[in-house]
């Protein structure tokens, strides 16, 4: 398995940024999909975005399209999260997961988690 660390989440006010990182470690990073999830109090965890191993692709949830952009540097063993225009139903926990086979949108085929980073976006 990969180890996973997330980071920079915080606080901020509606209509503004965030960048989240997640760094990775363990394993060769450029061989697994990465993904990033959410979950906020009371609810599911949900799907967010999914990017592939070169970074060629990516799928997002649209809730979030157009306003997120997944994005990975294997150099770096990194995958980053640029979050614009954010909105008070984006808080959550937000986790980033890879996948040794593949990657997209279902939780249950990402082996490796991270431990969250909280975003919280006021109104």
């Known amino acids: 398995q990969v180890q996973l660390v997330e980071s920079g989440g915080g606080s901020v006010q509606a209509g503004g940024s965030l960048r989240l990182s997640c760094a990775a470690s363990?394993?060769?990073?450029?061989?697994?999909?990465m993904g990033w999830f959410r979950q906020a109090p009371g609810k599911e965890r949900e799907f967010v975005a999914a990017?592939?191993?070169?970074?060629?692709?990516?799928d997002y949830a649209d809730s979030v399209k157009g306003r997120f952009t997944i994005s990975r540097d294997n150099a770096k063993n990194t995958v980053y999260l640029q979050m614009n225009s954010l909105k008070p139903e984006d808080t959550a926990v937000y986790y980033c997961a890879a996948d040794r086979t593949g990657w997209g949108r279902d939780a249950a085929k990402y082996d490796s988690w991270g431990q969250g980073t909280q975003v919280t976006v006021s109104s």
């Open positions: 990017v592939s191993w070169a970074g060629d692709r990516s």
């Open positions: 363990g394993r060769t990073f450029s061989n697994y999909g």
